[in-house]
Each structure stands twice: as C-alpha cells, then as structure tokens.
C-alpha cells in the first residue's frame, strides 16, 4: 500500500487524562450517595445554573413560542427524516420463530427499553441536531421513558429551539443540567426520572468519562471520543469543497482530527494551501478550534491506486468518510470499517450531522472497525427463547447429558436426563 505524506500530525488526539478520571469517579460517588442535592450542588458550581432543574410544560411551551416559524419548520423537516430513517431501522428488527427440529422451537423478540437518557450537548455550541438524533431514535425504537438532560446556556437555561428540538423529538422530560451530574441524573433515577437502562449522545471527555465508568448495569451506546473526519478523493474532487468539508469538520474542536487521502498530487497541493485560509475567515472561537486541528492533527496522504486509499481508510476506521471520486458503487461496496459513509461531492458530512436522517452519533478513535453508530438497535434488547416437546425431548436430553458429561459437568448432565427417566446415579457416578 504506496502511501506518501503530504502533511502529518505531529500530534495525537489526547486520550482521556488520569485527573479526569479521577475527578469523574469522586464525583459519581458523591451523586450516587448524595442524589439530587449534590446533582444540584454541581450544576450550581460548574454550570452557574440558578434555576429548576425540570423543564415545565409551560416553559417548554413559552420557549416553543419563541422559536422563529422558519426555524421550527427547518427543525420539523430534520426530524422527520431522522425518524423515518429510524422507523425504517426499526422495521428490519422482527421477531422470528424457528422448528429447529420436530418438537424443538426456538425463537426471538425483540423488546424495547424502559427507560433511556439522552444527553445533548451544550457548551460551545447548540447542538439542535443531537436532541433529534438521540430522543428521536429511541422514541421510534418504542422506548416508554426517555430523559434528555442539557447544560444550561447561561442565565436562559436551555437555548429555545432546542427545548422544541427535544419537545418535538419526543422527550418525557427535560432536564437543564449538564456534565457529569447530568449523567448521573439519569442514570441514578433522579428529578422525577426513572433510572435508565442505557445512556446515549455525546458529549465531552467528562461526559464520555463518566458513561465508560458507569456501563455495565446500565448500557451505553459507545465510549465516543473527539469526532474524526477522512476525505477520499481523486482527480474529478473540486479543491475549494474539499478543502471546505475538511475546514467544516476541523471546527468541531481542536482534538478532531480531519485526513485526506487522494491519487491526485495537484488537489493534495490545493487543498493544503487554500484550507488555512478558510479556517481565518472563521468567527471565533471556531476559528481557533479549526486551527489547532488542521496544525496539530490533519494528514495530508497521496496514493497510487484507489485500492490504496481504500486501504488507508479501513485501517483509519473514521468516524465519517466521504468519497468524492469516481465509480460510487465500488466504493460503497469495498469500504469496510467507517461509522457512516458519504458518497459524491454533493453529500456532505454536514448534512448527515445534521438533517438527512442516518444517525450522527458514531463510533471514533478507530471503533469503526468493530461498531456501527446509534440506531433503533441500540434501544433493543434481541432476546431468544426456546421451547420442547416429547418429540425432540428424547435426542434432545441424550446430546445434552453427552455433551455435559464430556464438560465434566454432572449436575447438568442429571437434569437433562431425569426428563426421560429416572436417573441411574450408579451408573453415572464420576466418583
């Protein structure tokens, strides 16, 4: 796999410190004793947050009042894309039933969740798009309770349009706190919410601390690092827009990583050059965010063949790849491990953050190799069942105790054989 750099990182995205780990372990253990007074405590400290914490119905109401109708229609075309998207999803999820043999029945369901927390993210920016993304999903998954918690953008809590982003999506209630003690929210069961089965949306190195620390009893729907974006181009891509979705996605923060991999040396050297020149013309503090991520994390490779950067590719496993090349089929079918796929120069990465309807909450650092981004599956429980009768009972039992005895495992042995007889203990005596 002939690869030249044209560009290289002389940085790497920085993993989750030592010090937050820790900060978010104190912390969970004081919101796990001390509940929603010390949830409180928190958002009244970091967040500076003075309010309730329970959005109301007429608050939501007030804040839906105020959303432009423009913008309420641009948000209502969004969501019902990503919940089409979804429903479609969740159709390809059945239950299926099997006759593995004559008598032996086996089957499976699928069952959703009671209760999810879905974390948008505030901070920076407003992510509108994440509350349709997270609540949306799993409201078209059939989960019964679903709690969306915030942080608060200064003295105005949670910013109006996406009070109605999470209304309209589908939320039960509204939580305005943010931060490790919004996870904890809901994950503890506090303000009114149910305790949730899985916590979902991203978030930053607290929040993505705080739901690695706290899988198990509950699910999550993947430990997210900073968002990653690879390009795919050749001689056909257009600099200006490559240049510009690269920019686009640099402005995420300045430890996501943007990468482009091209056959074509003159589209390298133009995008290399006009780039930093479309991050200056950023407002801040995107500005600033674009510029260390192009400095400190950009790659810049050239290739012999497609193959090559097909390669180069699987092996980066992004978060989001977007080909802008020649032959769109053979790279839908060829590319492997990526959390959503983009196909021609008019699909921007942008829209699929956004508002064309496949879910952006994926899988970065490299996850790609092994998961998908989130779905209606995710708010799924596929469990299985089985059922026997006389017929297959007798090769049933006799496999079963053959096969538990070979494990050395008696106990299991007896109990499928006192099913078609009384049992021999004598005769299977293991001493």
Not at 140 to 158: L, Y
Not at 231 to 249: K, N, R, S, Y
Not at 362 to 388: C, D, I, M
Request: proline share 7%; glycine share 8%; net charge negative.
């Amino acid at each position: 796999m002939p690869i030249t750099p044209l560009k290289t990182a002389p940085g790497e995205p920085p993993h989750t410190a030592h010090d937050v780990a820790d900060t978010v372990q104190i912390m969970l253990a004081r919101l796990r004793t001390g509940g929603a007074q010390v949830a409180l405590e928190y958002a009244r400290q970091l967040d500076g947050w003075q309010g309730g914490i329970t959005v109301t119905h007429a608050e939501v109401a007030a804040a839906v009042s105020r959303v432009p109708v423009s913008l309420k229609a641009d948000i209502q075309w969004a969501h019902d894309n990503i919940s089409r998207f979804a429903a479609a999803q969740r159709a390809t999820a059945q239950d299926m039933e099997i006759e593995l043999r004559p008598g032996l029945r086996a089957g499976q369901r699928q069952i959703p969740l009671g209760a999810a927390g879905c974390y948008v993210p505030g901070g920076r920016y407003s992510h509108i798009a994440s509350a349709l993304m997270t609540i949306a999903t799993a409201r078209e998954a059939g989960v019964a309770d679903i709690t969306a918690v915030s942080p608060p953008c200064g003295d105005q809590g949670i910013p109006d349009a996406m009070l109605y982003a999470m209304d309209l999506a589908g939320a039960t209630r509204i939580l305005t706190i943010g931060g490790v003690q919004g996870v904890a929210a809901m994950a503890f069961g506090l303000f009114g919410a149910p305790p949730a089965d899985i916590l979902v949306g991203p978030g930053n190195a607290y929040v993505a601390e705080a739901k690695r620390q706290l899988f198990g009893p509950i699910g999550i729907d993947m430990f997210a690092g900073p968002t990653d974006s690879l390009i795919l181009a050749d001689d056909t891509a257009d600099p200006e827009t490559v240049a510009a979705d690269l920019v686009g996605q640099a402005e995420h923060g300045a430890n996501s990583p943007v990468w482009l991999a091209t056959t074509h040396r003159p589209l390298a050297e133009a995008v290399m050059l006009r780039a930093p020149a479309l991050i200056a013309s950023l407002p801040e503090p995107n500005r600033a965010a674009a510029t260390a991520a192009w400095r400190d994390l950009a790659e810049v490779v050239l290739c012999d063949t497609p193959e090559d950067m097909a390669q180069y590719a699987d092996a980066k496993a992004p978060e989001h790849l977007h080909v802008q090349a020649r032959d769109l089929p053979w790279w839908r079918t060829r590319l492997q491990a990526y959390g959503s796929l983009f196909l021609g120069e008019n699909t921007t990465v942008a829209f699929g953050d956004k508002a064309a309807g496949p879910n952006h909450v994926l899988p970065t650092s490299g996850a790609a190799r092994y998961t998908g981004g989130l779905s209606v599956h995710k708010f799924l429980k596929t469990v299985t069942w089985q059922e026997v009768d006389d017929r297959a009972l007798p090769d049933l039992a006799r496999v079963t105790a053959s096969l538990s005895r070979a494990e050395r495992m008696e106990g299991h042995a007896r109990s499928a054989d006192i099913r078609t007889g009384p049992i021999d203990r004598a005769a299977t005596s293991t001493g």
